[in-house]
């Protein structure tokens, strides 16, 4: 089966309604038809199962990591729903907090090999190195965030987080390596204010790397969802960071939709109920289909003046 792609899904910081997203999305996906794998890869706190109305399962992705027998198709669940299978999130959640390079390469290893046509993650908030190497390992990767001040700075920081991440895995000279190294430490003043410069800089030192992030620059290409949009104002805040994206950091950050605030959504958390499927006439089920259909699709909001 050609897979037809692995969507990764995170936030910059918690309660931004990065699991209702994920959850929906995969709904979404599997009612038309496709075959869908559904991972909850938040260590921190896992919590996509009460999407479902899932107790805590008896098995889950630690399992996985820790056993020498199980496959991840081992430990995946019914949802009730048809074509959509969920790996619930892990129970040892201190344990599990920080997975070292074998477990988290065994996960990614088993993810990239699921025999079906998607595969969502929920990722935890953050930028710990699990978190942005499973994002960055995706075919999509998609930012979720709301309209206010904090939680579109924590986005800021994990675009430039993850797209510094994915320079240092790619380039491999020792030099431009430790120049990364210097400018990442948050409070370096000498730090290149532009991409224009960072390829400048990393130029000078070793021509070949500078092509190597230019390249990476242009396939770094990951997705904005906002959510909890009540006002047109609201809407246009997306459009700001994606210019703001692309200006300070050289990235082209597409923003594929928001989701209205709609009522209809607390209510199906509390009944434990995914919207989309006990509230589909909703504005926020019809505004998450529509963010699906953007996402396979390729297309971006444009901004209308």
Known sequence: MARKGIWTIAGGKGGV?????CSNLSIDLAQRGNSVVLIDADFGGPNI???FGISTSIISVSDFIKSNQLRLDDILLPTGIANLKLASGAHDVLGMANLNVIQQNKLVKAIKTLDVDYVLVDLGAGTSSYTLDLFLMADVGVLVAAPEPTSVE?????IKSAF???LKSVIKHQEVRAFLEKITESKHEESPRTPAELVSDISDINPQAGESLKYELSNFTPKLILN??????DVRVGFSMTAASKKYFGV???????????????QSIRQRKPIILHFPDSTAANCIVRIGQNIRQNYHLVHSN
């Open 17 to 21: 309604g990065k699991s209702l997203l």
């Open 49 to 51: 199962h009460t999407f």
């Open 154 to 158: 924590n986005t800021y920081r994990f």
């Open 164 to 166: 510094y991440r994915k």
């Open 228 to 233: 909890q949009v009540r006002t047109p104002t």
């Open 252 to 266: 082209n950050l597409g923003y594929v939709g928001f989701v209205e605030h709609d009522s209809y959504v607390i």
